[in-house]
């Protein structure tokens, strides 16, 4: 059978051996044109984008889009015309030192995360400042990161874990990251589990020790949530965890999907991106000292993100080296069942799915910053 599903213990673990669609044709379309585009590249400030974290739609078909360049969020009108900013650069209520997600909340309202600050901010829809709740750390957690929704007025909250060994030449453990369910009123309410960082790697420069993340590895791991459900997973291999928010396992997704060796080319192309734009002496010695004798992996990853669509689909983002501009994405049905390829246009960062639309980021050959709405036609 295309997919086996058994319950064990209680946990339903669904199996796809391969994908219900026929190869890469999809079933469902996305228009050619864009149904809404904001951005650009001068002109009006109010629509020049600054490292755009995500963007979601609005109940009167605008969207709200979280700039982190500037700590703003930028509303724009169903017709893309520029209507306020919410925010802006500080620590006082409504303020942000790292505007990082943004989702919407009970009553339409907005909550912005700040993972500098850790803490969530509600605003209302005129833009006023409704909460604003920092995080209370659990015991021995270090850095707070808010993740997005989980349960009602809910929380899905990471906190990293220090590396297990101190820092040393080679590979050395990366910590890790531990999921927990918060309350409105920022405080943990139960753990969710466990998620590894991808290694870490030393190397000797200037008489010290420098260190950076392991080539070709997914760092944070992979995370979503909807409802009452979180999907967790590290991203090396083909299986996805879904956890309601007690942290009770209630679900394995698994498929079978090739894996990429890391061949000597992709070696030598990953040598040549990091040395690209390395323009000052220091930093090319910095550079070419972390090269010498780097360890790579006899594989890639399977995947790096995950997102849920507004109809309980689960999209997983394949993994994709730092030099390739163009992505796919595979998607699951709500019972976990791998359907196939999403009709997503090359060169689109796909940043919100909803039943008959698709919010993605474009970025030009000059940098310049554009999301734009697509309809989407979920076909029968």
Same mark, same amino acid.
């Given at each position: ?23 890469? %044709? ?49 509303? #724009? ?57 920092? @995080?209370?750390?659990?015991?021995? %957690? ?23 060994? /101190? ?52 760092? /944070?791991? /992979? #995370? ?24 009770? @396992? ?55 993100? @995950? ?14 080296? /730092? ?37 993605? @980021? ?19």
């Amino acid at each position: 059978p295309a997919v086996s599903t058994v319950d064990s213990a209680g946990v339903r673990i669904v199996h796809s051996h391969e994908p219900a669609w026929d190869g890469d %044709a999809s079933p469902w379309s996305l228009s050619q044109e864009p149904t809404l585009e904001v951005g650009a590249a001068d002109g009006d400030e109010a629509q020049v984008l600054h490292d755009v974290r995500t963007a979601i739609r609005l109940p009167d078909g605008g969207v709200a889009v979280a700039n982190r360049g500037i700590s703003l969020i930028r509303i #724009y009108g169903p017709d893309g015309e520029h209507l306020r900013d919410i925010g802006g650069d500080g620590d006082g209520p409504g303020e942000f030192r790292l505007l990082n997600d943004l989702w919407l909340g009970a009553g339409d309202s907005l909550v912005a995360a700040d993972n500098a600050l850790q803490r969530v901010t509600v605003f209302g829809q005129d833009g006023g400042v409704g909460r604003c709740t920092a @995080l209370s750390p659990p015991d021995q %957690a270090g850095q707070l990161f808010p993740l997005g929704p989980l349960g009602e007025d809910g929380l899905l909250v990471a906190a990293t874990i220090p590396p297990t060994e /101190p820092p040393q030449e080679g590979l050395f453990d990366g910590g890790g990251r531990t999921l927990h369910h918060y309350s409105a009123e920022g405080r943990t309410k139960n753990a969710l589990g466990e998620l590894p960082h991808a290694p870490n790697w030393g190397f000797s420069f200037q008489g010290g020790l420098a260190f950076t993340s392991a080539p070709f590895s997914v760092h /944070p791991p /992979p #995370y979503a949530t909807q409802g009452t459900a979180a999907f967790l997973a590290t991203g090396k291999i083909s299986e996805v965890e879904q956890r309601n928010a007690h942290g009770e @396992l209630v679900r394995i997704i698994r498929w079978d999907s090739r894996g990429r060796a890391v061949t000597p080319e992709l070696v030598d192309r990953f040598r040549e991106a990091r040395l690209e734009g390395v323009d000052t002496p220091e930093a090319r010695r910095s550079t070419e000292a972390m090269l010498d004798g780097i360890a790579f992996p006899d594989e890639l990853p399977a995947f790096q993100s @995950l997102q849920v669509d507004a109809d309980g689909y689960l999209w997983v983002e394949r993994y994709r080296v /730092p030099w390739e501009a163009e992505g796919a994405w595979w998607v699951f049905s709500p019972e976990g069942e791998w359907l196939g390829v999403p009709p997503v246009p090359a060169g689109l960062e796909v940043l919100e799915v909803g039943t008959d639309y698709l919010l993605g @980021l474009r970025r030009d050959e000059f940098g310049v910053e554009r999301v734009v709405e697509h309809r989407l036609d979920r076909g029968s």
